[in-house]
């Protein structure tokens, strides 16, 4: 799987919007770009994925460059529930697994 | 619907013991994998299993560590002898049958301590 680099940490406020980018600068054609996360003492949840084209869905957005060489997730309205830490993980179309880095850790503050 | 169930959710054990690993997957998923996470790392993928075959198990420390995957549905991960560095919260995560998009759904995990 190509390599991912995130910062290892964030810090932001409630209820504001967060933007955690990505850089994947080895990025093959086939790759999707996976974003999970991690709440303290539970395992990794889905976020969102894409491919070429912006996604949204009810947790995030998923904004990609054109290059497709960095993508940035954004959580509109974060909120305490949100600390935990994300995973941008590239996954080639038809791997089934997904390979983990350290990610970011995301701290809210109130 | 019932996520993936694992089991015990603490052990602790000296080392050289054996312990045990239990999960049962989200029911119809066909794949399910087995994850060890360090304090501090990301999870590390030991094992994947299609039905009740081995697809990925390229990074399980054969010499001591084993998984099974009978009739296709729950699975069982055993450490036999422990050592210290065995240390980690063990992973349990099912999907549907491949693909590359399909969503990993983890179980809560199980955390090992070795003495």
């Known amino acids: 799987d190509a390599k991912t680099t995130q910062p290892n940490s964030m810090e932001s406020n409630e209820e504001e919007p967060v933007h955690l980018p990505c850089n994947h600068s080895?990025?093959?054609?086939?790759?999707?770009i996976h974003w999970y996360r991690q709440l303290p003492s539970q395992g990794p949840e889905y976020v969102i994925h894409?491919?070429?084209s912006n996604v949204n869905n009810r947790m995030a957005s998923l904004a990609i460059a054109e290059d497709r060489k960095s993508s940035t997730l954004i959580l509109h309205r974060a909120t305490l529930r949100d600390a935990a830490v994300y995973y941008c993980?590239?996954?080639?179309?038809?791997?089934?697994?997904?390979?983990f880095g350290k990610g970011t850790h995301l701290i809210i503050q109130p | 619907e019932a996520g993936v169930a694992q089991s015990p959710r603490y052990k602790i054990i000296e080392k050289r013991q054996s312990v045990a690993f239990w999960c049962n997957p989200i029911?119809?998923?066909?794949?399910l994998y087995w994850y060890q996470q360090i304090l501090g790392q990301g999870p590390k993928l030991l094992i994947q299993?299609?039905?009740?075959?081995?697809?990925?198990d390229s990074q399980l420390p054969k010499d001591r560590f084993s998984a099974e995957r009978l009739k296709g549905v729950d699975s069982t991960l055993k450490i036999q002898p422990a050592k210290l560095e065995d240390s980690a919260v063990y992973l349990c995560?099912?999907?549907?049958?491949?693909?590359?998009?399909?969503?990993?759904?983890f179980g809560e995990g199980s955390r090992l301590t070795v003495l």
């Open positions: 995560a099912s999907s549907l049958q491949g693909y590359g998009t399909g969503e990993l759904f």
């Open positions: 029911s119809g998923h066909a794949t």
């Open positions: 080895t990025i093959s054609g086939t790759d999707y």
């Open positions: 993980i590239l996954r080639e179309r038809g791997a089934d697994g997904l390979t």
């Open positions: 894409g491919l070429t």
């Open positions: 299993f299609q039905n009740n075959g081995v697809v990925d």
